[in-house]
């Protein structure tokens, strides 16, 4: 009898209809013989709902209310649940965050879980029933309700699989699985039987939305077994795990991309000490992060510097840097958010040369010109401009031999 964790978001949960069928799945995995918890999203639009409320009350609202208000589309989704499981015979009962109770930080609006108590929880699965648990949602010290930030859903499921000690943690999405890319760019995307944490997370952090990035990271340092599956189809999924359990690494796993990216060139910069930590420390200060960093000394005693700002903070990133042009001493400021980052990510980069050259090549090839280059041990980011994003994504997958037979 295996103890399984079931996650579903707010696709699986919009309407009764589709409750119903989140209910069957459940259903069949007690008739199975299996122990079974089961994380809810709020339905889908409910969370952007509740925000747009928050925001026209007050656009400086307590973010301890705005907890209270943003957590409450999971709880009616884990009530409605634990009804339409009773109504067919399925013992069950709704767990809030506060119940179980699932601590975190006071960090409200993006709290972090630091631990779940589960001893009432196992007690009443060991008895037969199933635990409908609200995701998205925790409690501080200080007792008031707190949430994990927008897809925090995920990693509460997994939160949970940990902490239960679950032999697997199945996430029900609108996907069959994780894709080799996006099959609506690429129609022979090829849907991967497994995946390791590390490419799962790397791909998460590059654009993939499937898992929630830090969901990832929580089920790579639990080791908790994550499959990911369709709600609406019976097609096998993808597990996510460790890399020692796939016989044969794939060199590369798959393409992503990310359209949240802007560039900031700041030229004419003076190349000395300290003009570096200038530029990045009031940046760091304003709370924006920064991605792809390209610096080209020029002759004269200057230097310029290129990086990344999610395309969201770019209006705010300028501001911060225009007011710190006279400690910066630069000569302009140019952005550009007509900009693109697409990655390509595989384990089996960390033992065959030539990846980053494949990859330079087939872009060079089509004429697109690469604007700045991240790398890590197992993923190589190119910045682009827009116009070319679908056709690096094609070239890539091809390149690599992704592309599913004919």
């Known amino acids: ?84 499981l009773q109504s067919i015979g399925v013992p069950a009962r709704s767990w809030l965050g506060w119940q179980l109770p699932v601590h975190t930080s006071d960090a409200h609006g993006k709290a972090r879980i630091r631990d779940v108590g589960t001893d009432a929880l196992l007690a009443a699965m060991n008895a037969g029933e199933v635990a409908v648990i609200p995701g998205f949602q925790g409690m501080a010290e200080s007792g008031r309700v707190t949430t994990l930030g927008r897809g925090g859903s995920d990693t509460s499921a997994v939160a949970v699989a940990a902490a239960l000690k679950a032999d697997r943690c199945d996430i029900y999405t609108d996907v069959e699985g994780v894709f080799t890319t996006d099959p609506r760019i690429v129609p022979r995307a090829r849907k991967l039987a497994r995946i390791t944490y590390e490419e799962m997370l790397e791909l998460a952090s590059v654009g993939a939305k499937v898992l929630q990035t830090r969901s990832v990271e929580l089920a790579m340092k639990e080791k908790v077994r994550v499959q990911v599956l369709s709600s609406f189809t019976d097609a096998p999924g993808t597990l996510v795990v460790d890399e020692d359990e796939i016989v044969e690494q794939e060199l590369i796993a798959g393409v992503a991309y990310d359209r949240n990216e802007a560039k900031v060139t700041i030229r004419g910069v003076p190349d000395k000490p300290g003009v570096v930590a200038a530029i990045f420390g009031p940046l760091a200060d304003a709370g924006i992060n920064v991605d792809m960093i390209v610096q080209n000394v020029a002759n004269d005693g200057t230097t310029d510097v290129t990086f990344t ?41 960390k033992s065959h040369a030539g990846v980053a050259v494949t990859m330079f090549r087939a872009l060079a090839d089509r004429g697109i010109n690469v604007q700045a280059i991240t790398t890590s041990e197992i993923k190589i980011s190119v910045l682009i401009a827009e116009e070319y994003l679908e056709l690096a994504v094609r070239v890539l997958h091809t390149a690599y031999g992704l592309d599913a037979a004919a």
Do not use: H
Not at 38 to 66: H, K
Not at 326 to 332: N, V
């Open 1 to 84: 009898m295996a103890l399984i964790v079931m996650k579903f978001g707010g696709t699986s949960m919009a309407g009764i209809e589709r409750i119903r069928g989140v209910a069957a799945r459940v259903k069949r995995e007690i008739e199975a013989g299996n122990r079974v918890a089961v994380v809810v999203s709020a339905m889908a639009g409910e969370t952007d709902r509740l925000v747009g409320f928050c925001r026209e009350a007050s656009p400086l609202a307590d973010p301890a209310e705005y907890d209270v208000v943003v957590a409450s589309g999971e709880q009616v989704t884990s009530g409605l649940l634990a009804i339409v």
């Open 309 to 349: 700002v999610p395309r969201t903070e770019l209006i705010r990133a300028r501001s911060v840097l225009e007011a710190n042009s006279a400690t910066i001493g630069y000569a302009q400021l140019l952005t550009d958010d007509s900009v693109v980052k697409v990655s390509v990510v595989g384990v089996g980069m």
